[in-house]
């Protein structure tokens, strides 16, 4: 039985056929065939079935924390993610730069600006509004974080991005309260001036001179107030940490009291290292219990509708990060948050495949992991909240229910 745990998240890796096969069953991927030939298969409906997750959501929800109970909104995971320091009263939001037109928008994500041109125009996005902080971080590409500082604010308000193309939205308070008001007539501030301080940033102007989109408007969505929850280590009785790229993931876990660690190369984006985040998750496991690694780009080539690219990076996960995991000795566990499909461009409800391997442990024998072989697999169809008992009975540190 091995104590320490693994639970490898390939974003969006669940698909449908594009057009015949999806990208995990057109993918050549020894590594993980080999496991699943010792290891068992099954479906997740992360949510419930035929809910469409987001990755916030699939996320807590994974990792064992009921949604009724404890989310927050997806903004306190956003902000925490990109170093943001919150305190309790802080209204935080998920931010994207986008383009605009006007008050058109052209592009939810600027051109995919890239890392390094969103970082030059992050001081332009912190600055006050009448008495409240605007305290912004960008993260990788296009995303970002934003907090709201100040007295008598509320997060009950609507977001400005339509989450499609089409115009910027205003933001109204979804309650009565002076709170909710103040806090959406400061969001509606924000939209009008930040587009002009934007399209003077340097970054911006070598853009345009480069007629690539400009990031001059940051679309705000996912609202939430922060607050304080148990910590993983309290209520499972094991030491976890997270490794991952993107901020939302890093804010996931640092909401529930994980250790983050930080791997040089780890971008989140589609030229991560995964040969460097898998040697930190073998020195990782030295220190910690279980170890919570994420990979993005499974995710995104589906939002771009790229199945070759999909197909592509699941056989480079094979050969570069799945023999470092198994090294490690840990119990493994690889699954996805949701269903990305390359035809839709977007997160779906049907299930995601899960693999389960362990020393010792129980099999089903079947020889490919993909998602025709998870539906016939001996662990049947879980739910995400399935994941971390699943986990703990596989190191041994599951409680005994009753007496």
């Known amino acids: ?33 080999k496991l699943a030939k010792t290891g068992i298969q099954g479906m997740m409906a992360t949510i419930g079935q035929g809910i469409v997750p987001g990755s916030d959501t699939a996320h807590l929800q994974i990792l064992g924390y009921a949604l009724g109970k404890y989310y927050p909104g997806r903004g306190p995971f956003e902000a925490l993610g990109c170093g943001i320091s919150l305190k309790p009263g802080d209204i935080t939001f998920r931010a994207n730069f986008s383009t605009v037109n006007g008050n058109e928008i052209t592009d939810r994500r600027a051109g995919r600006i890239s890392s390094e041109d969103a970082k030059k125009l992050e001081a332009d996005v912190n600055f006050k509004i009448d008495d409240v902080e605007v305290i912004f971080r960008s993260s990788v590409e296009h995303r970002g974080a934003l907090v709201l500082r100040g007295k008598g604010l509320s997060c009950n308000i609507s977001a400005t991005d339509p989450h499609c193309l089409g115009k910027v939205l205003d933001s109204v308070p979804l309650d009565s309260t002076p709170e909710a008001k103040k806090t959406a007539e400061v969001l509606n501030k924000f939209t009008r001036m930040i ?35 148990p910590s993983f280590s309290q209520r499972f009785g094991i030491k976890g940490v997270c490794i991952a790229g993107g901020a939302l993931y890093k804010g996931v876990a640092s909401f529930i009291g994980m250790d983050i660690i930080s791997v040089p190369g780890a971008t989140g984006a589609k030229d991560t290292n995964l040969k460097a985040k898998g040697l930190a998750t073998q020195k990782a496991l030295e220190k910690y219990d279980f170890v919570f690694l994420h ?60 693999l389960i391997h362990e020393k010792g442990g129980r099999t089903d024998g079947i020889g490919k992991f993909s998602e025709s072989s998870a539906m016939k697999g001996g662990l049947g169809h879980i ?12 190191i041994g540190k599951a409680k005994m229910y009753g007496s």
């Not at 739910?383 to 596989?394: R, V």
Request: hydrophobic share 40%; proline share 6%.
């Open 1 to 33: 039985m091995a104590e320490k745990a693994i639970l490898l998240i390939l974003d969006g890796l669940g698909d449908l056929p594009a057009p015949k096969k999806t990208p995990l069953e057109m993918a050549k991927k020894p590594n993980m065939d």
């Open 383 to 394: 739910n995400g909240a399935d994941i971390i008992p699943i986990m703990l009975n596989m």
């Open 195 to 229: 587009g002009q301080k934007l399209e003077k940033n340097e970054a911006n102007l070598k853009r345009k001179a480069r007629n690539l989109p400009q990031a001059n408007m940051v679309l705000l969505r996912g609202g939430g107030a922060f607050c304080a929850v």
């Open 295 to 354: 990979v993005k780009a499974t995710d995104s080539f589906a939002h771009d509708g790229d199945a070759k690219g999909k197909t592509a990076f699941i056989e480079k996960i094979d050969k570069e990060l799945i023999p470092l995991l198994v090294e490690s000795g840990a119990a493994l566990i690889i699954t996805g948050d949701h269903t990305t499909s390359c035809v839709r461009k977007d997160h779906t409800g049907y299930d995601v495949p899960v």
